[in-house]
């Protein structure tokens, strides 16, 4: 990637903000896009440049991230609908498509070789690390495509993220760890949840268990960063509820291809699903434990309850 050369980010949520910020720190020019004329305009207060559509973004920028929430926005914003056109017919031959979003591996496989149709690199590149990672641009990145798709992500890589994990020379190898990684992260969460409930319904004080918690064998990353968004009674959301039904959705869906039983996470996706029934999908996802709540009979610390729009994480 040269110089000359613009970035384009789409999607200015939680996560596309702050590679967005990353990468203008790292001095490159950065143009982003949003159906959020707010976020467009944060952006732009903090020196980046916005646009009005994914098209035009397309018309100045050789790469461009897709930082969306799943296929069905990646498919909108690429390849466009009845009302609007995509922006991949308006990239220049040998531009670069850096897809963030978490997807089932066939459909990132899919993308791959449909923009190779269209004379366009991509790279399958979904991302984990949080919005305060973002913001430092320390994600991790989970990658595979070309070597000339990493050569030309080379320097936008280097400016979002502080591990870039290459897992393949064609897209889907990806999205295949990313779904691990979900997984993982959607039991724990779950499993955090419960533990908690367990402890408070048992009387004892939250903030002690949380102590006695992170400093045993029962602890995990999930434990310690979710546990205190319950105990403050903060719900705001850093990564939703209907994230994770969206993410353990895919995760049983590409299980049941495979013929491969995952009764822990179909037991978590059902907790998930039961707090969005609940009205609590686009709160942060430890109010999974709000279900335990209304059913066991005790009381959690005073909540938050005003959501704001989320953005992808974990």
Known sequence: MTGRERVGVVG?????????????RAGLEVVGCDVSAEACRTFEAEGGRSVASPQELAESCSVVLLVVVNSAQVEAVLFGTQEQPGLAGRLTPGSLVVQCATVAPAYAASLGERLAGMGLECLDAPISGGAAKANRGELSVMASGSSQAFAKAATVLEGMAATVHHLGDAPGAGSSVKLVNQHLAGVHIAAAAEAMALGLRMGIDGRRLYEVITQSAGNSWMFENRVPHILDGDYTPLSAVDIFVKDLNIVHDTGRELRLAMPLAASALQQF?????????????????????????????AANDACLEAGETS
Not at 12 to 24: D, E, F, T, V
Request: overall charge negative.
């Open 12 to 24: 200015l949520g939680a996560m596309g903000m702050g590679i967005a910020r990353s990468l203008l």
């Open 273 to 301: 699903t039961a707090a969005s029934g609940m009205g609590l999908g686009r709160e942060d996802d430890a109010a999974v434990i709000k279900v335990y709540e209304a059913t066991a009979g005790f009381s959690l610390p």
